[in-house]
């Protein structure tokens, strides 16, 4: 059986890594699994086992253990029946990548780690706009916990950006710029996928 293959997608809260996923699992047909949502629905789960643990981690900024996130992602990656994955919001820090190599890490080929970047006043100006959305479902996206999320992100996430990039995996993408125009960035770390 062909091994899976992954593309993490990392960035701090309200870059547009799920605008982004969404565009590149339609064109590429690969699987875009949310690390975050797989954890919010679990959360809301009647009878969870980890729901109370996973809701008190989301409340404070967070990062839920690797084990939780590592079981979950790998109960959708094989639900899905595929072989093209996009794990948006994952590893997002050594815990994570660290269950991440004892749990899945050697039935997958990691190709890259998709690295989006915008300053953190537009990236906590998009989750304000997204929150405030009638229905958007996040009730993380309010200033108290953006900026724990955002603290996480600076003094967990960046250091495991920095392990990719000493393995040359990171491809770094300008998340400044119009929806479309990131997309044409992205576009060409995928083209040996594109079937146009």
């Known amino acids: 059986m062909a091994q899976k293959k992954v593309v993490f997608v990392l960035g701090p809260p309200g870059v547009g890594k799920g605008t982004q996923c969404r565009k590149i699992a339609h064109r590429y047909d690969f699987v875009h699994i949310s690390a975050g949502e797989l954890l919010r629905q679990e959360r809301l789960t009647p009878n969870s086992q980890h729901g109370e643990l996973i809701d008190s981690c989301i409340r404070e900024g967070k990062i839920v253990p690797a084990e ?14 595929k072989d093209k994955f996009l794990i948006d919001g994952f590893p997002r820090n050594q815990e994570n990548r660290d269950g991440w190599d004892t749990t899945i890490g050697n039935r997958v080929d990691v190709l890259f780690v998709l690295f989006i970047d915008a300053p953190v006043e537009i990236c906590i100006q998009r989750c304000m706009n997204r929150g405030a959305a009638a229905g958007s479902g996040r009730f993380d996206d309010n200033i108290e916990v953006l900026e724990k999320r955002i ?28 929806e479309e125009a990131v997309f044409e960035d992205i576009k060409k770390s995928f083209q040996r996928f594109d079937q146009n």
């Open 68 to 81: 939780i996130t590592c079981k979950l992602l790998e109960k959708e990656m094989e639900a899905s029946g």
């Open 151 to 178: 603290n996480t992100h600076i003094q967990e996430t960046q250091p495991t950006i920095n392990y990719y990039e000493e393995l040359n995996m990171v491809v770094y993408i300008d998340g400044n710029k119009p």
